[in-house]
Nanobody, 115 residues
């Protein structure tokens, strides 16, 4: 199993920015496909962004142009830079790691966008 620990969540005003980090265990991080999902109150978990081991990136339409996913293989870490935050971005953000047929999830970090 890959252990994933998210950090960086918190309270931010609309229009503000926040950077989430997800630290992964293991020595094969560079081979993993990494992603972010979120779950808002009363809603199902939804896809936010992913970055493959080869560097291919995809975003949900709702965050495209505002969020940036990146990875630092030397630090076993994937990031989600969130700019121009909106109240509808409020959710628990989960990091995930896909290795073949296996997907691991972090515990999540709360992001609240409110004035």
């Amino acid at each position: 199993q890959v252990q994933l620990v998210e950090s960086g969540g918190g309270l931010v005003q609309p229009g503000g920015s926040l950077r989430l980090s997800c630290a992964a265990s293991g020595s094969a991080f560079s081979t993993y496909n990494m992603g972010w999902h979120r779950q808002a109150p009363g809603k199902q978990r939804e896809f936010v962004a992913f970055i493959t081991s080869a560097g291919s990136i995809n975003y949900a339409d709702s965050v495209k142009g505002r969020f940036t996913i990146s990875r630092d293989n030397a630090k076993n870490t994937v990031y989600l830079q969130m700019n121009s935050l909106k109240p509808e971005d409020t959710a628990v953000y989960y990091c995930n790691c896909r290795r073949g047929f296996t997907t691991d999830w972090g515990q999540g970090t709360q992001v609240t966008v409110s004035s």
